[in-house]
Structures are given as C-alpha cells and as structure tokens.
C-alpha cells in the first residue's frame, strides 16, 4: 500500500474551514484515498473516501490533485466536536479492506 | 444503535491470564476485523476474517489468537497477555467487494496487572 505524509497537528478556528492535507505521492492508479478519524478514546469513523475526482459528502468533501500525488479534506464548517485525529490511508481496492493506518493529524478546533 | 459492539468496553487482567474480548455485529457484513491500538499511536491490524476464512498479519504474535463462529460473532483470545499487551482493542467490519468504509466498534480497553 502506497504510504502517507500527514503534518502531525493543526489548529483551526471554530466555525472556520479546517483543511487537513495528505500527501501519497507514491500512490498507484487503482488506489483509493480513504479519510477516517478517531475522537478521543473511541473507534475510527469513516469520512468520505475518492479515486480521482474531488467527493463531497454531509460531513466532509475531499479534493484530490490531478496528479493524485496530494489529497486535502476540508471541513467546511468546522466544531468543537470535530477535535479529532484524522488518518489519511490510501489502499488498492479489493476483497477485503485492510486500512493500513498512519500517524495521522491531531486537529483541533479552537472556540 | 450501534452496529459494531464490543464487550467488554475495560477489561483488567493480571500478567498471564488469558483473556477473550467480543464483537457481535448486526450489519451482516462477512469481513471481520481485530485492530490493536497502544497509546498515541495509530491502530495496527492483527488480523481479519473473510467469512470463515482467517488471515493473520505476519508481525501478529502467537499470543493472540481469534475465533468466528458465526457472521455476527468474533472472538479475540490472549492467551498470556504480558504488559506490553495493554492497548485498545478495536473490532471493524466491511462488507466484500465494496471500495467503502469499515465500521468500528467503540473498543475495548485492556489492562494488564
């Protein structure tokens, strides 16, 4: 599975947008880019997840380059409860998926 | 309602004495996951069942072992859980084929005395 780079923390205001980026320059071309993140002391929660075009969701939307070598999450809106570690992953589609998870970034939303 | 539970939430166990951490889930999906998470640090695969079949991670120790008896069931044992065994123990599931999420449980927290 293609590796991850992720600044370690980022701080953002709330009711800001929190941009978290990810870089996968090594990413292969039937690789997924997955976002998940981890509230304190409780499971990882799927975000949003794209192949090549940008993705939007009700919680998140993810831009990825056209070269696909760099993702960002946006948060349009962020709160104080989205203080969470968020993972970048990037993995090849198949049966089974097994997340490869990195060290991520510690965002947190500031009032 | 949860989808993904685990039981127990904290479980305390002494050096050596095996242990067994449960996941029941309801959304019928044949991918089951154990995850174990240290302290600030990112959870790491120990192994995963596709259906009835059981897939270890190479660096997975003998220590932990795993049983699914049925779809909504999965079992994790440790044998003789040694302080370096202390983590979060964290249950995903995923249904075959789909590029999409896993879905978590809330985990189980392992203290060993």
């Known amino acids: 599975d293609a590796k991850t780079t992720q600044p370690p923390s980022m701080d953002c205001a709330e009711g800001r947008a929190a941009n978290l980026p990810c870089n996968h320059s090594?990413?292969?071309?039937?690789?997924?880019v997955y976002w998940y993140r981890q509230i304190h002391s409780q499971g990882p929660q799927y975000i949003i997840h794209g192949l090549k075009n940008n993705e939007t969701n009700e919680m998140a939307s993810l831009i990825i380059t056209e070269d696909r070598k760099s993702s960002t999450l946006i948060l349009p809106h962020a709160t104080l409860r989205d203080t969470a570690v968020y993972y970048c992953?990037?993995?090849?589609?198949?049966?089974?998926?097994?997340?490869?998870f990195g060290s991520g970034t510690q965002l947190t939303v500031l009032p | 309602d949860a989808m993904v539970i685990q039981n127990p939430r904290y479980q305390v166990t002494q050096f050596g004495k095996p242990v067994t951490l449960s996941c029941s889930q309801t959304l019928n999906h044949n991918v089951m996951y154990w995850y174990q998470q240290k302290s600030s640090q990112a959870p790491k695969l120990l192994f995963h069942y596709y259906d009835k079949d059981f897939n270890n991670e190479a660096d997975t120790p003998d220590n932990f072992q795993s049983r699914r008896p049925n779809t909504s069931f999965c079992f994790l044992d440790i044998r003789s859980p040694g302080l370096g065994d202390a983590a979060m123990y964290l249950c995903a599931t995923s249904r075959a084929g789909v590029a999409g999420e896993l879905f978590f449980g809330e985990g189980s927290r392992l203290t060993v005395l």
């Open positions: 090594t990413i292969s071309g039937n690789e997924y």
């Open positions: 992953i990037v993995t090849p589609p198949g049966s089974a998926r097994q997340l490869t």
